[in-house]
């Protein structure tokens, strides 16, 4: 069955650093998420990237973080310089138009 | 803003029992409302997806209902596994896919 895959699964980093979190989605989905769940807490939206533009980006979704998909396959989450705060779990998920979306393992980011 | 609420925050029952998890969101001009499963320290398993303009949808043992008028949804499990253990979570789309998520009822099913 597809699926959605991320990489790194756990990515440790100092305060500060570059992080880029990558996803493949299901190959035929148009629509793809980034969305993250800080250790407790609910899973809260981050960015909606389709027709290879941002469509919708949530108040956490600063000018820290970008998006972009490099190559018709993979899809990047960004962060440019990470803080405390930032340690959670990221999501990709994609979708295909239907409504449903499918989600990814998550790539854990502790920052220290 | 859309805030989704789930009862119980944690249930445990015994293999066999059937049970419900409630779901609840504020404003019912939703898109749609999709049912997730967490396991422990896992991504999120799409269970079930109902349309705004559906009541219920069922897979296996698990049915899903949804009462927009009343900002309420139920996921009902039929005679629990203790594989069914996990965090289910409930998320609403108000906007094309873009989902509001409650904070889950933690399942803990004994043998």
């Known amino acids: 069955e597809p699926e959605v895959t991320q990489t790194p699964s756990h990515q440790v980093t100092q305060m500060g650093q570059e992080v880029i979190l990558r996803c493949v989605p299901i190959s035929n989905h148009l629509y793809f998420y980034w969305y993250r769940q800080i250790l407790g807490q609910k899973v809260e939206f981050l960015v909606s990237f389709y027709n290879n533009e941002i469509s919708e980006k949530s108040e956490i979704f600063d000018d820290q973080f970008s998006v972009e998909r490099p190559d018709g396959s993979n899809f990047t989450l960004k962060i440019r310089s990470t803080k405390l705060e930032d340690s959670a779990m990221y999501f990709c998920?994609?979708?295909?138009?239907?409504?449903?979306?499918?989600f990814g393992e998550g790539s854990r980011l502790t920052v220290l | 803003k859309q805030e989704v609420t789930q009862i119980p925050a944690a249930l445990s029952v015994p293999e066999g029992e059937n049970l419900v998890l409630n779901c609840s969101f504020t404003d019912s001009a939703i898109y749609n409302l999709q049912w997730f499963r967490q396991d422990p320290g896992k991504g999120l398993t799409s269970l079930l997806l109902i349309q705004s303009s559906q009541r219920e949808q069922t897979s296996g043992r698990l049915n899903a209902s949804l009462d927009k008028s009343s900002g309420r949804s139920t996921l009902y499990i039929a005679a629990s596994q203790p594989g069914d253990s996990a965090t289910y979570l409930c998320?609403?789309?108000?906007?094309?896919?873009?989902?509001?998520f409650g904070k889950g009822t933690m399942l803990l099913v004994s043998p």
């Open positions: 998920a994609s979708g295909s138009g239907s409504g449903e979306l499918f």
């Open positions: 998320a609403v789309s108000e906007r094309y896919s873009t989902l509001t």
